[in-house]
């Protein structure tokens, strides 16, 4: 069956297993300490602009925002983010099982608006009882967002404004970073999101590789022993290596935005290939997740074919659903979106 | 450089390379919900002799042992562990950090006696302050443990018997599962394990697998939404399919145990050939951990054509070094080390 | 000055004190294991009809919601509460700290209306990420609210339903109790509340003690080892004579009743003076919590002759105010109101 | 019956409840904004050399310790205590409820030996692998100790200097201060204890207050956002003023003193009591708590008239028990204790 389910429903891009085949013979020391994971910290700082060389490499996405944000709030303190992120919604209350609050604020298109956030401070700040209550010390937001949404640079400025203003650190998720980068549209690039804001990830297990997310702090923001975090928190890969050599395929001859450009270009047509065939969507979204709306016999008729998500009951008989590209959507299966939406 | 730094200095097994690189191109569903996954838990289920299948598949074994111990105990009890024991030493806290006490008891050559653990109990039940310290709700042993040694099938019982005469949970670490299994000497089926204990897991990173670790609740002990557990953990690989995938592999045609077998051969010719060249053990080990006692200048002489651990300074000159064969060992390996002992 | 600050800015009954001081000699156990602690337990189980006694006393309302919400939830459970509920927003993240998420719910006049728990637990359960996301496991509502208002008898119940229907916990944060018991309209009796719900507490802190607050579990409901749970959470009284001693002499003769009825007559008539002189409530709360509308002026002028707490700024020049009154209100503060709002 | 039961069997010094009385209608705001609590603050300060006031007050000595050490720890951090430390022992694991490892050394009669900890702290900056292990991150000592027994003021500075060369916090835990301080041949003033440490409790339960701890650090070490985080660990009280005035009492005209010294007295004549008797003392205690070896025979015959605790239970039919003497114990209570032992 031809999947849009997701962008992990796929292996890795084909020049990571060849090297994970090439050099499955060589011996390495663990948890990090090889010369692939050495290669790719200092390939991405570079990439991003940075001086100093604090990239780490976790498996996976909540794991990364359990241990970021546990290392750098104190106990008191919370983390703000959209009433739609990730760590808010679907991360099983991860972040509180560290024992921080997740503050959700009203997001406007799965986005956290700079002068909600401001507001939200102001008014924090000038509660008689605010003490009383749990800190904000982070703002937490997703780049593209959970809806596949962009933060175009002046909105992510104005945001990274409000943090530095209000004392408080700016994290953004990157599971989809490299889709986001490519989508048209986009005016955000890596080096500008490396010097807006303190610490943020580049996900790869979405983005070609077979799993993995490179945290990056940017100039000397890590916190004081974050590689006792990571193992603390479940999250250190004995095989560093594995980790390593994946992201420095990716970030070796612009791999990275070569294959993030390839699903949107194929989000693109997948758009194109719905429109003609007279359907809506429900989120207008520039990167590779799609929100079509459709109706129940419609879904029900697609599903045979085509694998693909609910995203949200919508009035009456409709159905926003989720088709998402990655790197790995290949022409034969936007052909078969096509007939299938042509045979309804 | 040839290495017997750890068991985890390597890649994959040629099978699962293979076969990830075979089914690159398949598509499926995230988390779990993949046909190679349910076809390894119930391999396994049935390689345990077990009625239910209860496996779930997990990257690391800190974070195994995170989600385990949190999920199946009470706020306020605590697991008891040999003082040698990874929980208690080398996992940076991860327990502590689900809020659980890790209560360490003195060993005997890195294990937790029967004796010792019913003394322990019955000290506790009969404190007139029992009420205000932790209390005890499991115990985790490792096989082998840490230092490669085995529990005799006696052993295991009375403990098991201790456990369930008192009320707790047993839990045994496998993360070298295979290898004791393997070992000479060794009385304890994977069967017989599967029921003496309340829930185990068989380590995969150290065993042919590039990462992963199979965790097995025996008959129906599986916690309440662990699956949601493990999320809440930061433990939920994306792509399930990769754990599934590997330890499907792992359990056809009895590969485990081969490639285990394997490393046990390499480990017992590793031993006559320090023996041959007049050295000496630390620690009596029948696994594939070996713990050599070298002098100062031979760990710095052999340093220069092997990789090896330091595991503990002894008296005087001497250190205790640790060398580690795996199912990657190779006979080439061997031979550079008798050619290395043999030019001190 | 005259305070309508709160209901703990004052002392203890006189019977409390008087009781202290004739006691303060005795000798006792520590930790509850006192005469004292055993008759105010028994005392409270037969006022609320409970066939068991399982009734623990602690020192404050946000360690007792703590200690009862991490004791009775798994890990991966969250507990669900108004939007303006005490845990969800003045207890510092309390509960998170713990580990839990707290689910704040829409309310309608500070109350978790049934219809709005049954819709979000119906939409949790029929979302298909829903083991991704935090687990329901309790319901928290205070009764009086955080606003002062009530639930009706058929309200509770109708909540109460919804919990069993879902398998959740029912859990009532009573800090001002008698002030609901006791207030015009109410038909909800201690034993009505003690049959429809898993625990609540009975608070002392705002109603005639130095401090302390009842838990009580309805019927064999209370977690293995609660007691070592309240050690653990920082929550256990050396001297618990202390609290046996004040819950005892208040449910003597009925004295947490008539000290109740006093506040609340005081409200009442504080609620009339400010009538008479033209004041308009934003909120009309039956129970000793009143919240009056001020211009900026006003505020500024009455605070020279009282003390009381800005609620929340509203449109223009208005601010909401609380004024509170308590068993210690006497009618002398009554009159100094009258006077000062006349002099206005 | 007479106790030598604990230091928390009584009421609070007669001063104490005579203004608790004279106040009881004042009216003042909570959570310690009080002017007793200002007060009391200052004068402990001053007491304590302090050029800066960092005083809180919390009710009890285990949510003291949790709230100060989970506020000055990293997530990745343990605290380091002897082996019989409260922290380690009696606590319910409350520390680790915060996510933090205790980690106890052997202790030689109760105390930790700045020598010992050096020699810890050598070995664990040499470890390989102690970046995968918990980071030691503050030293508890208790003075006294659990087991009554002081640190001379050159243990205490050894101490302190090895905590300063590591980075190290010390924290010291005073639940029974007012004790060591008046103890014959204590050579550690309130000032030097001040100058040599980074934090530390004085402690009111168990020395003349019905409850109450104050915690003090020393000039500007307070954490950032203390207040949220006592109120985050559930030890905020509301009624403030009952802590303040407290101190404030104790820390007027030297009562601290005097009444710690009448305790000392006490447990002088009652070892005399013992010595006459032929008995002999298991540990030798210069403060408040004497522990003496009694026959199980001796033990019941006693417990007719005397309430103490059974410490440990020694070789053949010997047991320690243990004997507290507090600024409640009277001349009445040791003549009827000298009577007991006469009648044996």
Not at 8 to 23: D, F, H, M, S
Not at 25 to 41: L, Q, V
Not at 327 to 334: F, P
Request: with cysteine; net charge negative.
């Amino acid at each position: 069956m031809v999947s849009f389910e997701s962008d992990y429903n796929n292996g890795a891009v084909p020049e990571i297993l060849e090297r994970l085949a090439k050099t499955n013979d060589e011996r390495s020391s663990g948890y990090g300490y090889d010369r692939y994971t050495e290669s790719a910290a200092k390939k991405i700082a570079l990439e991003c602009g940075l001086d100093t060389v604090e990239v780490s490499f976790l498996v996976g996405g909540t794991q990364t925002n359990m241990a970021v944000i546990d290392s750098l709030l104190l106990g008191c303190q919370g983390v703000i983010c959209c009433d739609t992120g990730h760590i808010a919604v679907h991360e099983s209350g991860a972040v509180e099982s560290c024992g921080h609050k997740v503050i959700a604020l009203p997001g406007k298109d799965s986005k956290l608006e700079a002068q909600t956030l401001e507001n939200y401070l102001e008014g924090f700040e000038a509660d008689e009882t605010c003490l009383h209550q749990v800190q904000p010390g982070m703002v937490y937001i997703s780049f593209p967002t959970e809806a596949g949404m962009l933060y175009s640079k002046s909105e992510l400025d104005a945001i990274y404004k409000v943090c530095k203003k209000h004392g408080l650190y700016l994290y953004i998720d990157g599971a989809r970073l490299g889709y986001a980068l490519m989508a048209p549209g986009n005016d955000v690039t890596l080096k500008h999101l490396a010097s807006h804001c303190d610490v943020f990830y580049i996900g790869g297990t979405k983005v070609g590789a077979l799993f993995g997310e490179a945290v990056v702090f940017t100039n000397t923001r890590a916190p004081k022993f974050f590689f006792t975090e990571i193992k603390r928190h479940g999250a250190l890969l004995a095989k560093g290596r594995l980790l390593g050599l994946q992201f420095d395929t990716l970030f070796t001859d612009g791999l990275y935005y070569t294959i993030s450009k390839h699903a949107i270009d194929c989000a693109m047509q997948l758009r194109e290939i719905f429109k003609k065939h007279g359907f809506e969507f429900g989120i207008d979204s520039p990167t590779n997740q799609q929100f079509v709306i459709l109706t129940k016999d419609q879904r029900k008729a697609l599903s045979k074919k085509l694998a693909f998500e609910l995203w949200s009951p919508l009035e009456g008989e409709k159905l926003l659903c989720r088709f998402v590209t990655s790197w790995a959507t290949t022409a034969e299966d936007l052909k078969t979106l096509d007939e299938a939406l042509g045979a309804l």
